[in-house]
């Protein structure tokens, strides 16, 4: 059996640290963890603690930054593959086992990943990573691969010299990269893998110099040279999108600019709900989830939703439905909402939260 070693880089407290950690021990057995803590933060050591009797390795204290306490994980845990979480990354459930029945199907691939949900500062879905797509010639001129989703051969790795420690940004992206250029085979599952925080201090949000140079060296070395100028642009022009103010202006921008974009699980990248749209939720919180409210941007009287496990609607407001589920929802299970819109009444998703 393929086993996981896992590198948990710690810069500061997350609240979601929690649920990252819960998740990759709720994948079950041959996956090792090391938690690379430079935070000094007292609640990163309290919750490391509740976990002592499982994590491989743990750190408490400075280190080069991130890709170095990446690395500084991996060589101290031991596994055949490789994967990091950030603190506001969380696997979901059996998402390692859909990693296992790919490699058991062909036991030479090097590279397999997935989908990612996509979490807002609250734990509430808001969509899915509209830029992830099968592995291709894009992945030279795109981030077409999430990296909390993304699962890869050690040896592979480190055949073309593992993660780069001068790298603060595109470190994920550069690493692809190589291994696509030195003829890793990629895989790719239509799943989602994990869930992971887009939120306003999220770092690739960002478009300070440093990542600016990154991104430039990085499109300029690898990308078509006809397809330089327009891939800086867009990642331009989204991190600005993402940096406005006010609010209800920034989601007005983001919907435009993403209006054109590709459609995951029927749902739209400006959240559009398309036919055969479905919502793939879950969580790791100790007390079992009993409802959740759909939220968006219009009336939702054409919307009717059924789901796995068996839910009901119970009640829809001007632009939400409240949704009542048959059994509570444990944490490590998944729950599939399935939607439909009528076809006269377009409506876009906004977001998905649990009830407390």
Known sequence: MPTFAFSVPVGSWHPFLAASLASLRAQGAGVSVALLDASGDPRVKALADLHDDWLAYRRHGPDGGQSDAIIEGWQHVQGDW???LNADDILM???LDKVRSRLAQDSSLDVVYGHSSIIDETGAMTGYHFNVEPPGPRLLQAGIISQPSCFFRRSACEGIGGVNPDLHYVMDWDLWIRMYEADAKFDFVDAPLSMVLWGEDTKTASLNKRRRSELQDIINRHAPPEARTGTFRAFVVH???DRMWP???REKLRRRLRRS???VFGVRADGLVQPGASLILAHYDDAPKTGLTLEFDC???GVNVNGTPKLEAVGKTSSSIEIRLARPLPANETLRVN??????????????????
């Open 239 to 241: 991190a600005a999108a």
């Open 299 to 301: 009336p939702a009287t």
């Open 339 to 356: 939607l439909s819109a009528a076809p006269n009444h377009p409506v876009r998703f906004l977001r998905a939260a649990w009830q407390v």
């Open 93 to 95: 459930p059996g998402a």
């Open 247 to 249: 609010a209800g202006l």
């Open 82 to 84: 490789l994967g990091w």
């Open 261 to 263: 974009g590709p459609t």
